[in-house]
């Protein structure tokens, strides 16, 4: 029985922010030694200098919100585009307005049944 792509991004893009908001550090294992990063125009190759990009940012605590997740077949090996909006709440000011923000990730298929991002950029702007 085949997989629903949209509940697999959905699932991916969920864990994936999830992790974000809660620890950081942990996103390494969502990435490959080969993947690439590129976050507000900065290109940042392989796991650990994404890992120390992202447990670097200004904030320690942040919450997104899930808007849109968008995604479609990427490569014969099973792989996807997939587009994420949203919103994202940053410490220490939570209550004021939230950044917009959009992200597009190539999802490939790793062994045993997982997936990893091997491109990814990300955006945001002021609401």
């Known amino acids: 029985m085949a997989m629903d792509p949209d509940a697999v991004a959905r699932a991916f893009v969920e864990h994936y922010y999830a992790t974000f908001d809660t620890n950081r550090a942990a996103l ?13 125009g900065d290109k940042i190759l392989g796991t650990t200098h994404i890992t120390n990009k992202l447990t670097s940012l200004p904030f320690q605590q942040c919450q997104h919100t899930i808007a849109t997740v968008d995604c479609q077949p990427s490569g014969p090996q099973g ?4 587009f994420v909006s949203g919103s994202i709440r940053t ?5 004021e ?15 045993p049944a997982s997936l ?3 491109l990814a950029r990300a955006r945001a702007a002021r609401a």
């Open 91 to 95: 410490s220490p000011n939570p209550e």
């Open 28 to 40: 390494a294992t969502l990435y490959q030694d080969g993947s690439m990063l590129t976050f507000e």
């Open 116 to 118: 990893s991002l091997s």
């Open 97 to 111: 307005h939230p950044l917009r923000f959009s992200q597009v990730g190539d999802l490939d298929p790793t062994p």
């Open 79 to 82: 792989g996807m585009l997939v």
